[in-house]
């Protein structure tokens, strides 16, 4: 005769699922930081002549196509970092049975 084990498949279950979604969200606020950093660098540089001629309180809607066609290589860099981790933030998303942000949820 053997032991008898319990196993705690439910609650190893849920916990995995809670942190799929945190992870997903995370993953959402990393895409959401280097797009930030990625639209800082244009503005300093590629886009800068442009930026200072508009006025204040002006409003632009700006996503990766736009970054991506930005002169600076180091932009390109982190945009392309964006739209990976865009892609896996999706998946771990639909994994987690939540909705997936999509872009404009945040983008400059």
């Known amino acids: 005769m053997g032991d008898v084990i319990e196993f705690k498949a439910p609650a ?3 916990e995995y699922a809670s942190r799929l ?3 997903a969200r995370q993953a959402w606020e990393l895409r959401q930081a280097l797009f ?3 639209f800082e660098l244009a503005l300093l540089k590629d886009w800068k ?3 200072d001629a508009q006025p204040v309180g002006a409003e632009l ?3 990766p196509d736009e970054l991506l066609e930005c002169a600076d290589e180091n932009v390109r860099t982190l945009t392309r970092a964006v739209c990976a981790v865009e892609v896996a933030h999706v998946s771990l998303a639909e994994a ?3 909705r997936p942000y999509e872009a404009g949820d945040g983008d400059a």
């Open 49 to 51: 002549e442009w930026n």
């Open 61 to 63: 809607r700006v996503g």
């Open 12 to 14: 190893a279950a849920a």
């Open 21 to 23: 979604a945190s992870t």
């Open 36 to 38: 930030g950093l990625a």
């Open 96 to 98: 987690a049975g939540i």
